[in-house]
């Protein structure tokens, strides 16, 4: 794994979107794509060099991470929409190659089996980006996941509908069942960069980078992958007890050193 610290948020969301371009460059055609509020930077910095560099996303499949269940397709809320209005309707990927869950399938189980047959037939996937959620989730596996999971329904805790509560209404408003891509599903990705950034991020970085690895943590996970990066800034980066070493590998790392 590892671990880049970057000064605040701005700067997390242009080393991860060079890493992004990098690995466009490198011959990845299948991008895996999150929501939330941290890969927003990210989006804004794939927008801007998509606008300014030449930076294309033709020919490139993009599959979400997840999607609530009930939503209407065309609330704002919907991860389908969130994802449009952030990134895919500003950059040149083909509408027809953006592929989520969908929330509102008769048979959501049905629907899940459908994406990760999907997914294992476009696969895998060059890179993937994630956020983390403050107890440790990613998508939106949360603690107790089977770290063998695919794709597949989860309910929520109390805790995440009220993290995302700022995204609707009130916490009554958010969705209690979602569909999500699996521990298992997500580990065979490539390539994953998990972005973090604020304070509250700071013991979800440190258990998921240092902790143990368990399903009481399911980004702790990552610990299991061979290519890993994970990119935080100074305040997420704050309870990591070997965080002077990170640095120093940034600093002295020899070419082609692997994680
Ligand atoms: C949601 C998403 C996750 C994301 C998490 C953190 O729960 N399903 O994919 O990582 O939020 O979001 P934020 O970056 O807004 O803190």
């Known amino acids: 794994m590892e671990v880049v610290i ?6 997390v969301g242009r080393t991860a979107a060079g890493i992004v371009q990098q690995s466009l460059a490198d011959g990845v055609t299948t991008l895996g794509l999150a929501t939330g509020s941290s890969v927003l930077a990210v989006y804004r910095d794939l927008i801007r060099r998509h606008r300014h560099e030449g930076l294309s996303f033709s020919g490139v499949d993009a599959f979400l991470l997840d999607e609530y269940i009930g939503l209407p397709t065309s609330s704002p809320q919907a991860f389908a929409q969130v994802i449009r209005r952030e ?15 969908s929330g509102t399938a008769l048979d959501p189980a049905a629907e899940a089996r459908r994406f990760e047959q999907c997914l ?4 895998p996937v060059g890179l993937q980006l994630l956020g983390i959620g403050v107890n440790g989730h990613i998508g939106f596996n949360e603690p107790g996941s089977s770290l063998a999971s695919r794709t597949r329904l989860k309910t929520l805790t109390e805790g995440t509908r009220r993290d995302n509560a700022r995204f609707f209404g009130g916490i009554e408003d958010v969705p209690r069942h979602v569909i999500t891509q699996g521990l298992a599903t997500i580990g065979e990705a490539d390539h994953l960069v998990l972005i973090a950034t604020g304070p509250h991020k700071a013991r979800a970085v440190s258990a998921a980078v240092e902790g143990p690895v368990t399903a009481a943590c399911p980004a702790s996970i990552l610990q299991l992958h061979a290519h890993v990066t994970v990119v935080v800034d100074e305040l997420a980066a704050s309870q990591l007890r070997q965080r002077a070493y990170y640095r120093c590998i940034a600093r002295h790392k020899p070419v082609g050193q692997r994680y």
């Open 120 to 123: 294992t037939e476009a696969g």
């Open 6 to 11: 970057r000064p605040d948020a701005d700067d």
């Open 87 to 101: 990134l895919t309707a500003h950059i040149d990927l083909d509408s027809e190659r953006l592929h989520v869950p």
